[in-house]
């Protein structure tokens, strides 16, 4: 039987433009974005801890329908208004995860969490961690 213990592993996710990408999650949302060299046109993002997600292109991307990343921030409605100033928009959305007018889904049993989408149309989220 094969034995994954703790290893370092991380998570992925394509996009239809790697420059794009790279503009936007390093200019528009602040975070460290590296090129790779464990093949041709891959990026990696750093965040918190060490933890690495790595960005590939795919010339038939198609955007995921779930999110594919999560940022846990103190406060949701400053994310979104910080967000917003920088020129993202976010998702609106009726039924059991009804959004407000910000884009903010609040007390519908879940955290307090607002979505949006990188260039390639992949879901994000801000989420309240407290």
Do not use: C
């Not at 010339?59 to 020129?87: C, I, M, S």
């Amino acid at each position: 039987m094969i034995m994954l213990k703790p290893t370092k592993a991380f998570s992925g996710f394509s996009v239809n433009d790697l420059s794009k990408a790279k503009k936007f999650y390093q200019d528009t949302l602040g975070l460290e974005v590296a090129d790779i060299d464990m093949g041709p046109g891959l990026l990696e993002l750093h965040i918190a801890d060490g933890a690495k997600v790595m960005i590939y292109p795919k010339p038939n991307h198609e955007p995921a329908t779930y999110t594919v990343l999560n940022f846990p921030v103190d406060n949701v409605e400053k994310a979104v208004d910080d967000l917003t100033r920088a020129g993202v928009a976010f998702e609106h959305y009726g039924g059991e995860i009804a959004t407000d007018e910000k884009g903010i889904s609040r007390g519908n049993g879940g955290p307090t969490i607002a979505w949006f989408k990188d260039p390639a149309g992949n879901i994000l989220s801000v989420l309240e961690s407290k």
